[in-house]
Protein backbone atom coordinates (compact mmCIF):
# COMPACT_ATOMS: atom_id res chain seq x y z
CA UNK A 1 0.00 0.00 0.00
CA UNK A 2 2.83 2.45 0.89
CA UNK A 3 4.07 1.77 -2.38
CA UNK A 4 0.72 3.14 -4.33
CA UNK A 5 0.86 5.79 -1.94
CA UNK A 6 4.15 7.16 -3.01
CA UNK A 7 3.62 5.90 -6.97
CA UNK A 8 0.65 8.51 -6.42
CA UNK A 9 2.22 11.14 -4.74
CA UNK A 10 5.37 11.56 -7.18
CA UNK A 11 2.62 11.87 -10.64
CA UNK A 12 0.09 13.49 -8.98
CA UNK A 13 1.36 15.62 -6.32
CA UNK A 14 5.04 16.46 -6.29
CA UNK A 15 7.29 17.17 -9.01
CA UNK A 16 11.18 17.58 -9.20
CA UNK A 17 11.89 20.29 -11.18
CA UNK A 18 15.33 21.22 -12.86
CA UNK A 19 16.02 25.11 -12.55
CA UNK A 20 18.50 25.10 -16.11
CA UNK A 21 19.69 28.75 -15.82
CA UNK A 22 20.46 31.15 -13.70
CA UNK A 23 17.33 33.30 -13.45
CA UNK A 24 16.25 32.56 -10.13
CA UNK A 25 19.98 33.13 -8.12
CA UNK A 26 20.88 33.21 -5.16
CA UNK A 27 17.84 31.62 -3.85
CA UNK A 28 18.18 28.46 -6.43
CA UNK A 29 21.79 27.93 -8.19
CA UNK A 30 21.78 26.82 -12.04
CA UNK A 31 20.97 23.20 -12.29
CA UNK A 32 19.31 23.05 -9.04
CA UNK A 33 16.55 20.89 -8.35
CA UNK A 34 13.30 21.90 -6.49
CA UNK A 35 10.47 20.60 -5.46
CA UNK A 36 6.78 22.13 -6.88
CA UNK A 37 3.39 20.74 -5.41
CA UNK A 38 0.97 20.34 -8.26
CA UNK A 39 -2.57 19.87 -6.47
CA UNK A 40 -4.39 23.37 -6.28
CA UNK A 41 -4.61 23.28 -2.59
CA UNK A 42 -0.63 24.05 -2.47
CA UNK A 43 -1.61 27.37 -4.92
CA UNK A 44 -4.52 28.40 -3.59
CA UNK A 45 -3.04 31.21 -1.23
CA UNK A 46 -0.44 32.67 -3.15
CA UNK A 47 1.46 35.72 -2.11
CA UNK A 48 4.40 37.88 -2.81
CA UNK A 49 7.78 36.20 -3.31
CA UNK A 50 5.97 32.80 -3.48
CA UNK A 51 7.69 30.26 -6.08
CA UNK A 52 5.68 28.56 -8.86
CA UNK A 53 5.98 26.54 -11.77
CA UNK A 54 4.54 28.28 -14.87
CA UNK A 55 3.59 27.11 -18.23
CA UNK A 56 3.47 29.35 -21.42
CA UNK A 57 1.21 29.14 -24.36
CA UNK A 58 4.75 27.20 -26.10
CA UNK A 59 4.06 24.48 -23.34
CA UNK A 60 7.56 25.91 -21.58
CA UNK A 61 7.37 26.04 -18.16
CA UNK A 62 9.33 28.87 -15.89
CA UNK A 63 10.39 28.69 -12.25
CA UNK A 64 9.54 32.58 -11.51
CA UNK A 65 8.63 34.42 -8.27
CA UNK A 66 5.62 36.06 -7.65
CA UNK A 67 5.81 39.83 -7.43
CA UNK A 68 2.58 41.28 -7.43
CA UNK A 69 -1.18 39.75 -7.21
CA UNK A 70 -4.35 40.36 -8.57
CA UNK A 71 -5.85 44.09 -7.82
CA UNK A 72 -1.78 44.99 -6.89
CA UNK A 73 -0.18 48.06 -8.67
CA UNK A 74 3.18 48.20 -9.05
CA UNK A 75 5.97 51.13 -10.16
CA UNK A 76 9.83 49.81 -12.33
CA UNK A 77 11.89 52.81 -12.66
CA UNK A 78 14.67 52.66 -15.33
CA UNK A 79 17.12 52.35 -12.46
CA UNK A 80 15.76 48.98 -11.36
CA UNK A 81 13.78 49.85 -8.16
CA UNK A 82 10.31 48.36 -7.98
CA UNK A 83 7.77 49.45 -5.62
CA UNK A 84 5.02 47.06 -4.62
CA UNK A 85 2.28 47.06 -1.93
CA UNK A 86 3.81 44.59 -0.49
CA UNK A 87 7.61 45.47 -0.54
CA UNK A 88 10.21 47.65 -1.97
CA UNK A 89 13.43 46.51 -3.79
CA UNK A 90 16.10 46.90 -6.50
CA UNK A 91 17.17 44.71 -9.40
CA UNK A 92 20.56 44.24 -10.43
CA UNK A 93 21.42 45.67 -13.79
CA UNK A 94 17.77 45.73 -14.67
CA UNK A 95 17.02 46.55 -18.47
CA UNK A 96 13.54 45.86 -20.03
CA UNK A 97 12.79 49.48 -18.58
CA UNK A 98 13.87 52.29 -20.28
CA UNK A 99 11.25 54.61 -18.60
CA UNK A 100 9.80 54.48 -14.80
CA UNK A 101 6.09 52.77 -15.33
CA UNK A 102 3.28 52.10 -12.92
CA UNK A 103 1.47 48.95 -13.85
CA UNK A 104 -2.08 47.41 -12.63
CA UNK A 105 -2.22 43.38 -12.54
CA UNK A 106 -6.05 42.76 -13.47
CA UNK A 107 -8.30 40.42 -11.45
CA UNK A 108 -11.26 38.43 -12.37
CA UNK A 109 -14.02 40.92 -13.53
CA UNK A 110 -11.87 43.74 -14.18
CA UNK A 111 -13.15 46.24 -16.89
CA UNK A 112 -10.12 48.07 -18.55
CA UNK A 113 -10.32 50.78 -20.88
CA UNK A 114 -7.94 50.41 -23.48
CA UNK A 115 -7.22 54.19 -24.46
CA UNK A 116 -6.17 54.67 -20.50
CA UNK A 117 -3.85 51.94 -20.17
CA UNK A 118 -0.41 53.28 -20.44
CA UNK A 119 1.85 51.65 -23.25
CA UNK A 120 3.27 48.46 -20.98
CA UNK A 121 -0.03 47.93 -19.93
CA UNK A 122 -1.25 47.98 -23.37
CA UNK A 123 1.46 45.38 -24.46
CA UNK A 124 0.33 42.96 -22.04
CA UNK A 125 -3.48 43.52 -22.35
CA UNK A 126 -2.90 42.47 -26.26
CA UNK A 127 -0.83 39.45 -25.77
CA UNK A 128 -3.30 38.45 -22.72
CA UNK A 129 -6.23 38.74 -25.63
CA UNK A 130 -3.74 37.10 -27.80
CA UNK A 131 -3.28 34.01 -25.76
CA UNK A 132 -7.37 34.04 -25.39
CA UNK A 133 -7.35 33.11 -28.80
CA UNK A 134 -8.67 36.10 -29.62
CA UNK A 135 -7.91 38.00 -33.31
CA UNK A 136 -6.96 41.35 -32.02
CA UNK A 137 -5.09 43.99 -34.67
CA UNK A 138 -4.00 47.35 -34.04
CA UNK A 139 -4.04 50.63 -35.88
CA UNK A 140 -1.51 53.02 -34.90
CA UNK A 141 -1.59 56.60 -35.45
CA UNK A 142 0.62 59.68 -34.83
CA UNK A 143 0.31 62.98 -32.58
CA UNK A 144 2.08 66.03 -31.90
CA UNK A 145 0.16 67.14 -28.95
CA UNK A 146 -3.73 67.20 -30.35
CA UNK A 147 -2.66 67.37 -34.02
CA UNK A 148 -2.51 63.97 -35.67
CA UNK A 149 0.51 63.95 -38.11
CA UNK A 150 1.54 61.95 -41.15
CA UNK A 151 2.19 58.13 -39.79
CA UNK A 152 5.06 58.16 -42.46
CA UNK A 153 7.26 60.05 -40.10
CA UNK A 154 8.15 56.70 -39.02
CA UNK A 155 9.82 55.36 -41.60
CA UNK A 156 12.87 58.14 -41.11
CA UNK A 157 13.64 56.85 -37.48
CA UNK A 158 16.13 53.57 -36.83
CA UNK A 159 15.81 50.92 -33.83
CA UNK A 160 19.13 49.10 -33.50
CA UNK A 161 20.84 50.92 -36.44
CA UNK A 162 18.08 49.74 -39.12
CA UNK A 163 15.24 51.70 -40.92
CA UNK A 164 11.30 51.27 -38.95
CA UNK A 165 9.07 49.50 -41.17
CA UNK A 166 5.39 50.90 -41.19
CA UNK A 167 4.29 47.47 -41.56
CA UNK A 168 5.96 46.61 -37.75
CA UNK A 169 4.92 49.49 -36.03
CA UNK A 170 1.88 48.61 -34.91
CA UNK A 171 3.10 45.55 -32.24
CA UNK A 172 6.84 46.78 -31.52
CA UNK A 173 7.29 46.27 -27.84
CA UNK A 174 6.60 49.87 -26.05
CA UNK A 175 10.59 50.14 -25.12
CA UNK A 176 11.24 50.80 -29.04
CA UNK A 177 7.73 52.85 -29.19
CA UNK A 178 8.96 55.32 -26.83
CA UNK A 179 12.39 55.83 -28.63
CA UNK A 180 11.02 55.91 -32.20
CA UNK A 181 8.60 58.86 -30.36
CA UNK A 182 11.85 60.55 -28.93
CA UNK A 183 13.65 60.30 -32.49
CA UNK A 184 10.36 62.05 -34.16
CA UNK A 185 10.50 64.84 -31.23
CA UNK A 186 13.85 65.74 -31.68
CA UNK A 187 13.02 66.71 -35.43
CA UNK A 188 9.73 68.40 -34.98
CA UNK A 189 9.01 71.70 -34.27
CA UNK A 190 7.35 73.10 -31.17
CA UNK A 191 7.15 71.59 -27.69
CA UNK A 192 4.36 69.33 -28.01
CA UNK A 193 5.13 66.11 -27.19
CA UNK A 194 4.99 63.21 -29.90
CA UNK A 195 3.09 60.33 -29.19
CA UNK A 196 2.06 56.93 -31.03
CA UNK A 197 -1.45 56.18 -30.33
CA UNK A 198 -3.14 52.56 -30.52
CA UNK A 199 -6.59 51.30 -31.31
CA UNK A 200 -7.66 48.03 -30.69
CA UNK A 201 -10.64 46.09 -33.51
CA UNK A 202 -11.53 42.59 -33.92
CA UNK A 203 -10.33 41.80 -36.96
CA UNK A 204 -8.04 39.25 -40.06
CA UNK A 205 -5.53 39.09 -42.14
CA UNK A 206 -6.77 37.79 -45.20
CA UNK A 207 -4.72 37.41 -48.35
CA UNK A 208 -6.33 38.41 -51.37
CA UNK A 209 -6.71 36.62 -54.66
CA UNK A 210 -3.86 36.80 -57.16
CA UNK A 211 -4.45 37.53 -60.78
CA UNK A 212 -3.28 33.59 -61.02
CA UNK A 213 -6.01 32.33 -59.49
CA UNK A 214 -8.80 34.49 -61.01
CA UNK A 215 -6.88 33.51 -64.16
CA UNK A 216 -6.95 29.59 -63.31
CA UNK A 217 -10.77 30.17 -62.06
CA UNK A 218 -11.29 31.69 -65.31
CA UNK A 219 -9.80 29.03 -67.27
CA UNK A 220 -11.98 26.68 -65.25
CA UNK A 221 -15.13 28.27 -66.31
CA UNK A 222 -14.15 28.06 -69.98
CA UNK A 223 -13.59 24.72 -70.27
CA UNK A 224 -16.80 23.58 -69.51
CA UNK A 225 -18.17 25.47 -72.19
CA UNK A 226 -14.95 24.75 -75.10
CA UNK A 227 -12.76 21.81 -75.14
CA UNK A 228 -10.17 24.14 -77.08
CA UNK A 229 -7.17 22.62 -75.64
CA UNK A 230 -5.24 25.80 -77.42
CA UNK A 231 -6.93 27.92 -75.38
CA UNK A 232 -6.58 26.14 -72.19
CA UNK A 233 -2.87 25.62 -72.54
CA UNK A 234 -2.42 29.71 -73.05
CA UNK A 235 -4.71 30.43 -70.41
CA UNK A 236 -2.39 28.20 -68.09
CA UNK A 237 0.62 29.63 -69.66
CA UNK A 238 -0.66 32.84 -68.37
CA UNK A 239 -1.65 32.33 -65.17
CA UNK A 240 2.32 30.48 -64.71
CA UNK A 241 3.21 33.68 -65.59
CA UNK A 242 0.71 36.22 -63.25
CA UNK A 243 2.31 34.17 -60.24
CA UNK A 244 5.51 34.65 -61.18
CA UNK A 245 5.24 38.57 -61.56
CA UNK A 246 2.19 39.21 -58.85
CA UNK A 247 2.66 38.74 -55.27
CA UNK A 248 -0.19 38.57 -53.16
CA UNK A 249 0.20 40.41 -49.53
CA UNK A 250 -1.75 39.98 -46.47
CA UNK A 251 -4.28 42.68 -45.78
CA UNK A 252 -5.95 43.60 -42.22
CA UNK A 253 -9.94 43.47 -42.42
CA UNK A 254 -11.19 45.65 -39.42
CA UNK A 255 -14.09 44.21 -37.21
CA UNK A 256 -15.61 45.99 -34.38
CA UNK A 257 -13.54 48.12 -32.71
CA UNK A 258 -12.01 47.38 -28.96
CA UNK A 259 -12.39 49.61 -26.31
CA UNK A 260 -13.19 47.63 -23.13
CA UNK A 261 -11.61 44.52 -22.39
CA UNK A 262 -13.63 42.49 -19.64
CA UNK A 263 -10.88 40.41 -17.55
CA UNK A 264 -11.93 36.35 -17.16
CA UNK A 265 -8.53 35.55 -14.80
CA UNK A 266 -6.89 36.71 -11.90
CA UNK A 267 -3.36 37.73 -12.74
CA UNK A 268 0.04 37.62 -11.75
CA UNK A 269 3.19 39.31 -12.26
CA UNK A 270 5.83 36.97 -11.99
CA UNK A 271 9.68 37.48 -12.54
CA UNK A 272 13.10 36.54 -12.19
CA UNK A 273 15.36 36.89 -9.32
CA UNK A 274 17.99 38.55 -11.42
CA UNK A 275 17.52 41.73 -13.37
CA UNK A 276 18.67 41.01 -17.00
CA UNK A 277 18.35 38.49 -19.85
CA UNK A 278 15.98 37.24 -17.98
CA UNK A 279 12.37 36.34 -19.54
CA UNK A 280 9.37 36.80 -17.09
CA UNK A 281 6.45 39.26 -16.68
CA UNK A 282 8.41 42.48 -17.98
CA UNK A 283 9.07 41.13 -21.28
CA UNK A 284 5.83 38.24 -21.50
CA UNK A 285 3.12 40.23 -19.62
CA UNK A 286 0.45 38.86 -16.94
CA UNK A 287 0.82 35.23 -16.33
CA UNK A 288 -3.37 33.79 -15.61
CA UNK A 289 -3.92 31.86 -12.69
CA UNK A 290 -4.49 28.73 -14.64
CA UNK A 291 -0.62 29.31 -16.34
CA UNK A 292 0.34 28.33 -13.02
CA UNK A 293 0.72 24.79 -12.24
CA UNK A 294 2.35 24.17 -9.15
CA UNK A 295 4.27 25.80 -5.95
CA UNK A 296 7.61 25.26 -4.40
CA UNK A 297 8.09 23.13 -1.49
CA UNK A 298 10.72 22.84 0.56
CA UNK A 299 11.70 19.35 0.58
CA UNK A 300 11.70 17.30 3.01
CA UNK A 301 10.31 19.91 6.34
CA UNK A 302 7.21 21.27 4.46
CA UNK A 303 6.44 18.37 2.54
CA UNK A 304 5.98 16.41 5.14
CA UNK A 305 4.30 18.84 6.81
CA UNK A 306 1.78 19.25 4.26
CA UNK A 307 1.18 15.78 2.63
CA UNK A 308 3.50 13.06 3.78
CA UNK A 309 2.31 13.83 7.34
CA UNK A 310 -1.48 14.01 6.68
CA UNK A 311 -0.89 10.71 4.07
CA UNK A 312 0.59 8.73 6.91
CA UNK A 313 -1.56 9.60 9.20
CA UNK A 314 -5.01 8.21 6.62
CA UNK A 315 -2.75 5.41 6.36
CA UNK A 316 -2.38 4.72 9.47
CA UNK A 317 -6.18 4.82 9.96
CA UNK A 318 -7.00 3.11 7.52
CA UNK A 319 -4.78 0.28 8.29
CA UNK A 320 -6.35 -0.19 12.17
CA UNK A 321 -9.62 -0.29 10.25
CA UNK A 322 -8.54 -2.87 8.18
CA UNK A 323 -6.81 -4.87 10.87
CA UNK A 324 -9.62 -4.33 12.95
CA UNK A 325 -11.81 -6.10 10.49
CA UNK A 326 -9.57 -8.74 9.71
CA UNK A 327 -9.14 -9.28 13.57
CA UNK A 328 -13.16 -9.64 13.94
CA UNK A 329 -13.49 -11.61 10.46
CA UNK A 330 -10.73 -13.99 11.78
CA UNK A 331 -12.82 -14.49 14.85
CA UNK A 332 -16.38 -14.72 13.64
CA UNK A 333 -14.58 -17.49 11.26
CA UNK A 334 -12.52 -19.29 14.22
CA UNK A 335 -15.78 -19.72 16.14
CA UNK A 336 -17.68 -20.80 13.19
CA UNK A 337 -15.51 -23.50 12.43
CA UNK A 338 -15.41 -24.47 16.21
CA UNK A 339 -18.96 -24.48 16.08
CA UNK A 340 -19.30 -26.84 13.13
CA UNK A 341 -16.31 -28.93 15.06
CA UNK A 342 -18.63 -29.01 18.03
CA UNK A 343 -21.53 -30.47 16.07
CA UNK A 344 -19.86 -33.17 14.14
CA UNK A 345 -18.35 -33.92 17.94
CA UNK A 346 -21.51 -34.24 19.46
CA UNK A 347 -23.13 -36.10 16.49
CA UNK A 348 -20.77 -38.86 16.86
CA UNK A 349 -20.75 -39.46 20.58
CA UNK A 350 -24.29 -41.71 20.39
CA UNK A 351 -22.93 -43.74 18.15
CA UNK A 352 -20.34 -44.66 19.88
CA UNK A 353 -22.83 -45.05 23.51
CA UNK A 354 -25.02 -47.58 21.00
CA UNK A 355 -21.73 -50.04 20.57
Same mark, same amino acid.
Given at each position: ???????????????????????????????????????????????????????????????????????????????????????? &????????????????????????? &??????????????????????????????????????????????????????????????????????????????????????????????????????????????????????????????????????????????????????????????????????????????????????????????????????????????????????????????????????????????????
Amino acid at each position: MFVGVAIFVRLYVFEPVKIMDASMTPKFKEQSIVWMCKIPQCFADLEDQKIVWAKLNSDETQVRSVLAMPGDTIEISDKGKVKSQHRN &FKWKGEDAFIQTRRIYVPKDGDTLV &FSELNDVEQDYIISYLRDKGENVLVKTTLWQGDREINIERVGSTKIANRQVSLNEIDFLPWQDRYLIEEQIRQSEPGNAPIKLKRQLFYGKMQVPKTEAESVSQDSTADTTKTTDSTKVAADSVKATTAATTQKAQAVKVYGEQITEIIVKDDCFYLVCKKGTNCPDSRELGYFTRNQIIGSHVAWPDKIKEKFIEPVMKRVRFATAIVVDIWTKASSAVSNKIDGIKEHFKKEEQPAENEN
